[in-house]
């Protein structure tokens, strides 16, 4: 089973800041998809595909990486954007999520 | 629009059984593999369960083998998980969703809470 490894686990970040969160994997992937959750609410999908933009996601927002290594990146935080991000993958058969990044606005 | 809708949770014993539903809309459901995502409280995320388009796949990670069941009725656009044998550490929020390879977990449902407690 492939592990994903976030980090940091929690930020804060100033209106403005450029915020990158990683996601690290045991083993090498093909890609990886991101997702945001706010409190009390279902996860969204966000990234997927290592880089492409969930419908109606600004593009502030954007994802790199290649095999064992991926990114989500933030251009200018917003409000909006606190949250907790979590990165997942496929490897045949199982579906791995990664342990979260808890964002916070400071 | 699509809509995933759960049903099913509450409080129940350990060692007791539960059955989890939720009513899919908006899309061709027999044409999607689905899956059921966990979320304990004040936790992440785990992936529970994904089931093929027939139902003639199935798949869980080692923490539900052999005491959950996915399964579901496209002529209903249902899909169902069985859970059997529930422990404490089952207690989370349970979420339906669409599985597609190449986008992820694309759609979600409002989740269902799942309570195992004496």
């Known amino acids: 089973e492939i592990v994903l490894t976030q980090s940091p686990t929690t930020m804060t970040a100033s209106p403005g800041e450029k915020v990158t969160i990683t996601c690290r994997a045991s083993s090498s992937v093909s890609y990886m998809h991101w997702y945001q959750q706010k409190p009390g609410a279902s996860p969204k999908p966000w990234i997927y595909?290592?880089?492409k933009l969930a419908s109606g996601v600004p593009d502030r927002f954007s994802g790199s990486g290649s095999g064992t290594s991926y990114s989500l990146t933030i251009n200018n935080m917003e409000a909006e954007d606190a949250a907790t991000y979590y990165c997942q993958q496929w490897n045949y058969p199982s579906r791995t999520f990664g342990g979260g990044t808890k964002l916070e606005l400071k | 629009e699509v809509q995933l809708v759960e049903s099913g949770g509450g409080l129940v014993q350990p060692g007791r059984s539960l059955k989890l539903s939720c009513a899919a809309s908006?899309?061709?459901?027999?044409?999607?593999?689905m899956a059921w995502v966990r979320q304990a409280p004040k936790k992440g995320l785990e992936w529970v369960a994904t089931i093929s388009t027939s139902g003639s796949r199935t798949y869980y990670p080692d923490s539900v083998k052999g005491r959950f069941t996915i399964s579901r009725d496209n002529a209903k656009s249902s899909l169902y998980l069985q859970m059997n044998s529930l422990k404490s550490e089952d207690t989370a929020t349970y979420y339906c969703?669409?599985?597609?390879?190449?986008?992820?977990?694309?759609?979600w449902g409002q989740g269902v809470m799942v309570t195992v407690s004496s």
């Open positions: 969703a669409r599985d597609v390879l190449t986008t992820g977990f694309d759609y």
């Open positions: 595909e290592t880089s």
């Open positions: 908006g899309f061709t459901f027999s044409n999607y593999y």
